[in-house]
């Protein structure tokens, strides 16, 4: 339906033993939106990324996805729908190639489809949407690599492939420049500008420059609540934020 977020989060709240880690917390995302999702070490912007995956169970809330309710299902049914995650902790195969790990998202994707083909068709039907997806990500030089021999920001650039590849069209990024070279990051924040022309994005990141500069809207949480959701100007200009997070990183 036209007008319909993307994603729409209602009153999600995940509690490990006493510690309620994510609380009540509702965010409306329009298709086509960089929502970054920013806040101090602990505040529960991972345990939230889980949730919208389907790693992990909420215990209460809503998660719509483009209207429909995807609260109960489990993560490959998510996948199947268009909402795929790139992990903070890597899921690469290292001792494939960098072709190989994206066609095996391709063909989990794809399933049987690719079954009707001869097998060497398939194979090449298979490599050709893989390579598309290293394109999008400028790794196409680096497909017959083995994939643990890729540098840091490589491996980064491969997870967004894998994403891509699996038909997403709503990307979960955690972190994905953490631990990142200068370079690594600027190739990587120059990806997400161009990835956000095509795909809605939910990104969790601690550099606020990244932020600042890709974000059409971010949200601040901390101790699991969001004290603040706007702009980056409304968001950096807002007092509660500068004093629970922002005027945290300028003491450090
Ligand atoms: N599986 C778990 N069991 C128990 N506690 C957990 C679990 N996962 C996360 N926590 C706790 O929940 C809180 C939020 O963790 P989370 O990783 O979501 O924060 P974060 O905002 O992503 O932090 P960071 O910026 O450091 O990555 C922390 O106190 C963490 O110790």
């Not at 068709?121 to 050709?128: H, M, P, T, V």
């Amino acid at each position: 339906m036209a007008g319909e977020p993307h994603l729409e989060v209602e009153g999600l709240s995940k509690s490990f033993g006493a510690l309620r880690v994510t609380d009540n917390i509702s965010i409306a995302v329009p298709r086509g939106e960089l929502h970054a999702v920013i806040g101090p070490n602990g505040a529960g912007k991972t345990t939230l990324i889980h949730q919208l995956s389907g790693q992990l169970k909420s215990d209460f809330g809503r998660i719509r996805l483009e209207g429909a309710d995807i609260t109960r299902l489990q993560m490959p049914e998510r996948v199947r729908r268009g909402l795929a995650r790139s992990f903070q902790i890597t899921s690469i195969l290292d001792g494939f190639s960098v072709l190989e790990n994206v066609a095996l998202a391709v063909q989990a994707r794809s399933g049987s489809s690719f079954r009707f083909f001869a097998r060497a068709a398939s194979e090449a039907a298979l490599n050709a949407e893989a390579m598309e997806a290293l394109a999008r990500v400028n790794l196409i030089d680096r497909a017959h690599r083995t994939a643990a021999n890729l540098s840091h920001g490589e491996k980064r650039q491969l997870e967004i492939a894998i994403a891509l590849a699996t038909g997403a069209e709503l990307l979960l990024l955690d972190e994905p420049l953490a631990g990142t070279s200068h370079e690594e990051s600027a190739a990587l924040v120059a990806l997400m500008q161009e990835l956000k022309a095509s795909h809605t994005i939910i990104l969790v990141e601690h550099d606020m420059e990244a932020v600042f500069a890709l974000a059409d809207r971010v949200s601040v949480l901390v101790y699991g609540r969001i004290i603040a959701s706007g702009t980056p100007a409304e968001v950096r200009d807002d007092p509660a934020v500068r004093a629970a997070y922002l005027g945290e990183e300028e003491a450090a």
